[in-house]
Every structure is written in C-alpha cells, then in structure tokens.
C-alpha cells in the first residue's frame, strides 16, 4: 500500500505518519524545507515528492492532504482526479470563499475531513435519543499560545485559517453534528481575546446553534488553557449526561487520531468515507458563518 502525504501545513499529519507507517509505504511531499527534514527525520524510509503532482504521480492508494486553507480546493481537485481515498485535515474550509469552492467540486464517497475526536474511544458510538434532548454543549479546551508567538500565522489569521473560531470551534461542533446530525444553522456567534493580546483571532469563542426540530446547542472554545479536553453535554428533562474526551497515556489513540487513520485505511479498501459529505458541509458552514458574524475579538482591560 502507497500512501501520499500531500502537505505538512500542521501537526496532524505528522501524528498520522505514526499510524500509517505501521500499513503503508509513505510519500511525502512540502514545500517548507524545515517541516520536510523534521519529518524524515521522524520517517526515514518516506519517499520525497518535489511537488504535489510527484506525488500523486504512479500508484497512489490514499491520500492525507493537509495545506493551509486557502490552498486546500486547488490541491483537493487535484486529489479528485485521481480518485483515490483522501482524508483532509481539519478544517477543510475556513471562509466563505473557500467553501464556496469546494461546493464546485466532484467530492465522492471516500472524501473524509473534520475533527479526530469523532473517532476517540470516549465519544465513538456515542448515540442521542433526540426525543429526550432538551439542549447540548460542547466545550473545547485546546491552547493556542503557540499561535501569539507567529508561529502558523495563517491559522490565526480569520480570513485564511479561521482562527481559534473554526480552527478549535471545529472539535465542538464535529461532536454536536455527530451526535444530532446536519439539520442544523448557526444561531450566533462571540469571540475575544482574553489573555494572548498578540493574537489574529480570539482566544476565548462561544456559538449558538439550532437543530431544525429545536434542539440547541452551545460551544465553549477556551483557547487559554493549562491541559487539552473536550466535553459533550447532553441536557434531559431529568438528568445531565457528559462524555469527556482527553489524551491519556496514549493521546494518538485517546484522541482520535488512530481512530481516525483507520477508517481512512478502510476508506482505501473500498469503503466509503464514515462521515458523509453532508454531515462535513453543515459543520464547515456553522464555522464560516461563525467567523462571519462573530464580533470583533477584544482585548481584556
């Protein structure tokens, strides 16, 4: 099995190679000469692409593509021609105009992106008897400190990466859309920046969402914070019910990052993607149309 790493724009797929290598001889192709030698430094054995068509040239079974956001619909069409499986880290689309884009292309069935906590052990298989669901929430706890130093810029900045906005804000409403399915909008949105004064974006979000059959739902992004957690609250008339989700001894698996990997495994066997398009559409557009409206981030007095 060949497996072609198109992109290292983030950490993710340096996370996947450790799953991947275990099934599949490697590819990999980026333009950033730093991130490439941390890389091979990590996976000898991968084979070094000089450019995206290098490596989706010859036999390719499945595809990784993780490049910044503005990148992402040119190098997905790419992908598409081939029409191999392709996972696409998270986000896929972080402003109106990209996901516009990808609205214009011919995404098949073993097209897979969003959040790896859907596939933590925590949360997988999680099922909500929406009959008895007054309200839900997720909270995202996950630092962006790393961001105020310069580092990524293009994440933090909201007309490219998103921000903490849809970048973090994606965790918590992957789980929720899970969970309630895609019959959902953006009821509002809020962002501001608490403690990293140097940041793009916000440091703290918060969005209101609404199911078509009246369910609510919040998200709590708290971008300052000491540990990395997720939580999916499940409001009834008579009781409360929380899944927590962390890193544990082992994060890769904890967090869903194997998880993840194989269903995008059984996605290059034939299978279609876990995670239907439609469920990944209304997620990005919840996040689009929360960066759109969220006020303007503010720094603490």
């Given amino acids: 099995m060949r497996i072609a790493l198109a992109g290292l724009a983030t950490s993710h797929p340096f996370t996947d190679a450790r799953t991947l290598a275990r099934h599949a001889e490697l590819v990999v192709w980026e333009p950033d000469p730093e991130r490439l030698r941390r890389f091979t430094a990590e996976n000898p054995a991968a084979k070094v692409a000089g450019s995206l068509e290098e490596a989706l040239a010859g036999r390719i079974d499945g595809v990784v593509l993780t490049v910044p956001n503005p990148q992402v619909p040119r190098a997905l069409a790419r992908v598409l021609e081939t029409g191999v499986a ?68 293009w994440q933090d900045t909201p007309g490219e990466g998103g921000g903490t906005m849809v970048t973090m804000g994606i965790h918590g409403v992957e789980l929720l859309v899970a969970l309630l399915g895609p019959a959902v909008r953006l009821v509002g949105a809020a ?105 303007p981030a503010r720094e603490s007095a």
């Fill in 191 to 295: 962002g501001a920046r608490r403690h990293y004064a140097s940041l793009r974006s916000e440091d703290t979000g918060v969005m209101a969402l609404r199911w078509d059959d009246g369910i609510t739902g919040t998200v709590e992004i708290l971008g300052v914070s000491e540990s990395e957690s997720y939580a999916v609250t499940l409001h009834k008339r008579d009781s409360t019910e929380t899944i927590v989700i962390e890193g544990g001894d082992d994060p890769v698996k904890g967090l869903g990052y194997e998880g993840t990997i194989e269903a995008f495994l059984a996605m290059v066997g034939g299978a279609p993607s876990p995670v239907p398009w439609q469920e990944t559409r209304a997620v990005l557009d919840v996040l689009v149309s929360a960066r759109e409206s969220a006020l």
């Fill in 86 to 153: 392709c996972f696409v880290n998270k986000p896929a689309a972080a402003a109106r105009a990209q996901l516009e884009e990808l609205d214009r292309l011919p995404i098949h069935d073993r097209v897979m992106s969003g959040s790896v906590l859907r596939f933590a052990p925590a949360f997988a298989g999680a099922r909500a008897e929406r009959s008895e669901v007054l309200a839900v929430r997720a909270t995202v706890r996950h630092d962006v400190g790393i961001w105020a130093t310069g580092y990524n810029a």
